[in-house]
């Protein structure tokens, strides 16, 4: 789930899991993430596009009510006219991003950067191979995943509250 969509609820779940973090550094990195969040409601928003793969919907984290939120806030991102969603179905099998999630950022001047996550950290790259690469994965999952109203069905079937 990227983390500029993740409820606050969600996030601490997804930091909390497994014991390995203290309380204080749970909610450090959920106070870094909720503030990251704030760039969706800028004047000038950045466009995106998110790919979530379809394991990360069904996946209960936090309980049944935190997911439930969290699958309504996809929902509402997905009502921004700077935000498009899309779902890459189970059915895919096999895919390009099983290595990890990544960011493609284009910055003003056209430069692109990449910014890989992992569970340490996520690091940033300009080397223009790697960004290749990505880009040629990026067309892949796009491609795999579903149409956006298909994507927005999908996360609306999976919601219990309406």
Not at 12 to 17: E, L, Q, T
Not at 88 to 107: I, Q, R, Y
Request: net charge negative; glycine share 8%.
């Amino acid at each position: 789930m990227p983390g500029l969509l993740q409820t606050e609820d969600y996030a601490r779940a997804v930091f909390s899991a497994g014991g390995l973090q203290r309380d204080e550094r749970v909610e450090e990195l959920l106070a870094l993430r909720m503030s990251r969040q704030a760039v969706l409601g800028r004047d000038d928003p950045p466009e995106c596009v998110f790919v979530i793969d379809e394991s990360a919907l069904r996946r209960s984290i936090g309980g049944p009510a935190v997911m439930d939120r969290q699958l309504g806030r996809l929902l509402e991102a997905a009502e921004l006219p700077h935000v498009r969603l899309h779902v890459l179905p189970l059915d895919a099998g096999a895919h390009v991003s099983l290595g990890g999630g990544f960011v493609l950022a284009e910055l003003p001047g056209s430069e692109q950067v990449l910014c890989l996550d992992n569970t340490a950290r996520g690091q940033i790259a300009d080397h223009p191979e790697w960004i290749r690469l990505m880009l040629r994965k990026w067309e892949s999952l796009l491609g795999e995943a579903l149409a956006e109203r298909a994507s927005l069905d999908l996360v609306n079937k999976l919601k219990v509250t309406p």
